[in-house]
C-alpha cells in the first residue's frame, strides 16, 4: 500500500530519510500476513541526531508567541478531519483494528488535538508574598526542553497523539519511538500530519528502531529532561530505572487487570453490554480492559447466562468487514501467548464457559470460571479476548478480589445505588475507576494514570502542564537585603 510506503522512513530534522541500521523492520497486516512496507531501523547515532536537533529547535520555540504555537493543532486537527477515511483504512490494515475501533481511536485522536490547541496558553506563573521586605517572588512555568516518547501499538495514533501533541504545545520539543509493530500509525503518520501543519523542522522527530539496534540510547541521552512511556510493566521497570539513575522524570503508563463489579442491585442487562465492551474492544488489546468480571452470587446465575450469550454472538474475523467485533492479535506471539495462558488456566482446573479457538493471528472469545484459589491467571493482565468470571459475596469480598492484583488502573461498579458504588470504587485501590459504565475510558480533561505497577504519574489537563514543563522561582529584591555578614 503506497500509504504505508510513503511513510517508511525516519523522520530526523524535518527529513525523511532511511535508517542506516544493518536490518529493517517488517510491518505486517496481523490479519492475511500482507508486507505493508519494510523500514531499515535507525541507529543511536540517528537518535543522537533526532536529539541534537530537537534541542535546536526547541530555543526558539519556546520564545515563539503561543497563539502562533496554537495555530500549528488547529491545522493538524483539520488535517485529520480530512484524512478520516484513508486512516481508518490504514487502522484496519497496520493493527487490525475493527471500523469500530478505528473510529473509537480517531475521536479520542481529534478530541486530544483540540485540547492540545488550548495548552499553549496554559501555563500560568505566580506572584508569591515573601517575609523580606522590598522582595517580589516570581514562579515561571517553563517547557521542559525536550521530550522522549515511546508508544504501544495498540492505540498508537492516540496514544502518541495525547503525549506529543500536549508537550509541543507546550513549548517543547518531542523525539517519538513507536512500537516496531505500529511505526506508521504510532510514529511517521503523526510526523506528516505536523509537518503539513506547519510545524517547524526539529520540533518533532520520529525514530523507527528496536532496542536490539539502539540499547537504552533513547532514554539515557543526556538531552531529553522527561520520557513517557506507554507499554507493559515489565518494560516500563526498565524505563523507570535508566530514567532515575540518570536523573530524568519519567510518566509511565503502563499494563492492568481492571474488575468489572456487579453488585446485587444492578441492571444486569446494562452491566452485561458494559462488561462486553470493555473486556473485547479491539479483541482485549487495552490496558483499561475488564480482565475481571466480579459478579455477586445473588445474580451470577442470571448475568453469566446472559454474558455468555452476548459474548458468543460476537462476529470474529476480518476487521475490514463493518460487521466484526473481534479482529486479530497484533502478532503471532501475542495470538500464542493468549492461546498458552487460556489452556494453563484450563489444564489447572478453570471452566471454559466458552473456548474460542486460534486461526492465525485471530483468537476468538473466551470466559472462564470456577478457579482455583491459587490459580496464576487471576493476577496478570490478558492482553487479547478472555474474561475471567468470578463470583463474590458481598461488598468486602468484592473489594478483596478487585485488589488482589499487582495493578491498579481501571475498574467499574455496577449497582441501583450511586452512592453505594462512589463507596466501594473509592476502596479499590486504581487510579480511574467508574460507577455505571465501562472500564475503557479516557477524557482529555481527567488525570489519567494508574497504581501500584500500572504507572508512575498522571497525564490530560492539568497533570499534562504538570509532566511537561517545569517551575522556575526567580526573586527580585526591590529594595536592599540585609546580610549577617
Given at each position: 500500500?503506497?500509504?504505508?510506503?510513503?511513510?517508511?522512513?525516519?523522520?530526523?530534522?524535518?527529513?525523511?530519510?532511511?535508517?542506516?541500521?544493518?536490518?529493517?523492520?517488517?510491518?505486517?497486516?496481523?490479519?492475511?500476513?500482507?508486507?505493508?512496507?519494510?523500514?531499515?531501523?535507525?541507529?543511536?547515532?540517528?537518535?543522537?541526531?533526532?536529539?541534537?536537533?530537537?534541542?535546536?529547535?526547541?530555543?526558539?520555540?519556546a520564545e515563539t508567541n503561543p497563539y502562533t504555537r496554537r495555530a500549528v493543532f488547529e491545522r493538524a486537527l483539520r488535517i485529520i478531519e480530512d484524512r478520516e477515511e484513508e486512516i481508518t483504512e490504514a487502522i484496519i490494515a497496520e493493527l487490525g483494528g475493527t471500523r469500530l475501533k478505528a473510529a473509537f481511536e480517531i475521536h479520542l485522536t481529534?478530541?486530544?488535538?483540540?485540547?492540545?490547541?488550548?495548552?499553549?496558553?496554559?501555563?500560568?506563573?505566580?506572584?508569591?508574598?515573601?517575609?523580606?521586605?522590598?522582595?517580589?517572588?516570581?514562579?515561571?512555568?517553563?517547557?521542559?526542553?525536550?521530550?522522549?516518547?515511546?508508544?504501544?501499538?495498540?492505540?498508537?495514533?492516540?496514544?502518541?497523539?495525547?503525549?506529543?501533541?500536549?508537550?509541543?504545545?507546550?513549548?517543547?520539543?518531542?523525539?517519538?519511538?513507536?512500537?516496531?509493530?505500529?511505526?506508521?500509525?504510532?510514529?511517521?503518520?503523526?510526523?506528516?500530519?505536523?509537518?503539513?501543519?506547519?510545524?517547524?523542522?526539529?520540533?518533532?522527530?520520529?525514530?523507527?528502531?528496536?532496542?536490539?539496534?539502539?540499547?537504552?540510547?533513547?532514554?539515557?541521552?543526556?538531552?531529553?529532561?522527561?520520557?513517557?512511556?506507554?507499554?507493559?510493566?515489565?518494560?516500563?521497570?526498565?524505563?523507570?530505572?535508566?530514567?532515575?539513575?540518570?536523573?530524568?522524570?519519567?510518566?509511565?503508563?503502563?499494563?492492568?487487570?481492571?474488575?468489572?463489579?456487579?453488585?446485587?442491585?444492578?441492571?444486569?442487562?446494562?452491566?452485561?453490554?458494559?462488561?462486553?465492551?470493555?473486556?473485547?474492544?479491539?479483541?482485549?488489546?487495552?490496558?483499561?480492559?475488564?480482565?475481571?468480571?466480579?459478579?455477586?452470587?445473588?445474580?451470577?446465575?442470571?448475568?453469566?447466562?446472559?454474558?455468555?450469550?452476548?459474548?458468543?454472538?460476537?462476529?470474529?474475523?476480518?476487521?475490514?468487514?463493518?460487521?466484526?467485533?473481534?479482529?486479530?492479535?497484533?502478532?503471532?506471539?501475542?495470538?500464542?501467548?493468549?492461546?498458552?495462558?487460556?489452556?494453563?488456566?484450563?489444564?489447572?482446573?478453570?471452566?471454559?464457559?466458552?473456548?474460542?479457538?486460534?486461526?492465525?493471528?485471530?483468537?476468538?472469545?473466551?470466559?472462564?470460571?470456577?478457579?482455583?484459589?491459587?490459580?496464576?491467571?487471576?493476577?496478570?493482565?490478558?492482553?487479547?479476548?478472555?474474561?475471567?468470571?468470578?463470583?463474590?459475596?458481598?461488598?468486602?469480598?468484592?473489594?478483596?478480589?478487585?485488589?488482589?492484583?499487582?495493578?491498579?488502573?481501571?475498574?467499574?461498579?455496577?449497582?441501583?445505588?450511586?452512592?453505594?458504588?462512589?463507596?466501594?470504587?473509592?476502596?479499590?485501590?486504581?487510579?480511574?475507576?467508574?460507577?455505571?459504565?465501562?472500564?475503557?475510558?479516557?477524557?482529555?480533561?481527567?488525570?489519567?494514570?494508574?497504581?501500584?505497577?500500572?504507572?508512575?504519574?498522571?497525564?490530560?489537563?492539568?497533570?499534562?502542564?504538570?509532566?511537561?514543563?517545569?517551575?522556575?522561582?526567580?526573586?527580585?529584591?526591590?529594595?536592599?537585603?540585609?546580610?549577617?555578614?
Amino acid at each position: 500500500m503506497s500509504f504505508f510506503t510513503d511513510l517508511a522512513h525516519q523522520y530526523i530534522d524535518g527529513e525523511w530519510k532511511a535508517g542506516s541500521g544493518s536490518w529493517d523492520i517488517i510491518d505486517f497486516n496481523p490479519y492475511d500476513g500482507e508486507k505493508l512496507a519494510s523500514i531499515t531501523v535507525a541507529t543511536a547515532d540517528e537518535v543522537d541526531q533526532a536529539y541534537r536537533a530537537a534541542e535546536r529547535a526547541q530555543r526558539e520555540w519556546a520564545e515563539t508567541n503561543p497563539y502562533t504555537r496554537r495555530a500549528v493543532f488547529e491545522r493538524a486537527l483539520r488535517i485529520i478531519e480530512d484524512r478520516e477515511e484513508e486512516i481508518t483504512e490504514a487502522i484496519i490494515a497496520e493493527l487490525g483494528g475493527t471500523r469500530l475501533k478505528a473510529a473509537f481511536e480517531i475521536h479520542l485522536t481529534k478530541e486530544f488535538l483540540r485540547e492540545a490547541v488550548h495548552f499553549a496558553l496554559r501555563p500560568e506563573g505566580r506572584v508569591l508574598p515573601s517575609p523580606e521586605d522590598g522582595k517580589e517572588n516570581r514562579l515561571y512555568r517553563l517547557p521542559v526542553g525536550v521530550v522522549g516518547v515511546i508508544s504501544p501499538f495498540n492505540f498508537p495514533l492516540f496514544l502518541s497523539t495525547k503525549t506529543v501533541a500536549p508537550a509541543l504545545a507546550l513549548g517543547n520539543a518531542v523525539v517519538l519511538k513507536p512500537h516496531q509493530n505500529a511505526p506508521v500509525m504510532g510514529g511517521s503518520l503523526l510526523a506528516k500530519v505536523f509537518e503539513d501543519a506547519g510545524l517547524p523542522a526539529g520540533l518533532l522527530n520520529v525514530v523507527i528502531t528496536d532496542i536490539a539496534e539502539i540499547g537504552d540510547a533513547l532514554i539515557e541521552h543526556p538531552v531529553p529532561s522527561v520520557i513517557s512511556f506507554t507499554g507493559s510493566d515489565r518494560v516500563g521497570r526498565h524505563v523507570a530505572t535508566v530514567c532515575a539513575s540518570h536523573f530524568k522524570r519519567s510518566i509511565l503508563e503502563m499494563g492492568g487487570n481492571s474488575a468489572l463489579i456487579v453488585l446485587d442491585d444492578a441492571d444486569i442487562d446494562y452491566a452485561v453490554d458494559a462488561a462486553v465492551f470493555s473486556r473485547f474492544v479491539h479483541q482485549g488489546q487495552v490496558c483499561m480492559a475488564a480482565n475481571r468480571i466480579l459478579v455477586d452470587r445473588a445474580v451470577q446465575a442470571e448475568f453469566t447466562e446472559k454474558f455468555v450469550a452476548k459474548v458468543a454472538g460476537l462476529k470474529v474475523g476480518d476487521p475490514a468487514d463493518p460487521a466484526t467485533h473481534i479482529g486479530p492479535l497484533i502478532n503471532s506471539s501475542q495470538a500464542d501467548a493468549v492461546t498458552a495462558v487460556v489452556e494453563q488456566a484450563i489444564a489447572s482446573g478453570a471452566k471454559a464457559l466458552l473456548h474460542g479457538s486460534t486461526q492465525g493471528n485471530v483468537v476468538a472469545p473466551t470466559i472462564l470460571t470456577d478457579f482455583p484459589h491459587d490459580s496464576p491467571i487471576l493476577g496478570q493482565e490478558i492482553f487479547g479476548p478472555v474474561a475471567l468470571l468470578l463470583p463474590f459475596d458481598g461488598e468486602d469480598d468484592a473489594v478483596r478480589i478487585a485488589n488482589d492484583t499487582p495493578y491498579g488502573l481501571s475498574g467499574a461498579v455496577h449497582t441501583a445505588d450511586t452512592e453505594r458504588g462512589v463507596r466501594i470504587a473509592k476502596r479499590v485501590r486504581t487510579g480511574m475507576i467508574h460507577v455505571n459504565d465501562g472500564t475503557v475510558h479516557d477524557e482529555a480533561i481527567v488525570p489519567f494514570g494508574g497504581e501500584k505497577n500500572s504507572g508512575v504519574g498522571r497525564l490530560n489537563g492539568e497533570s499534562t502542564v504538570d509532566a511537561f514543563t517545569t517551575q522556575k522561582w526567580i526573586s527580585v529584591q526591590h529594595g536592599r537585603s540585609r546580610f549577617p555578614f
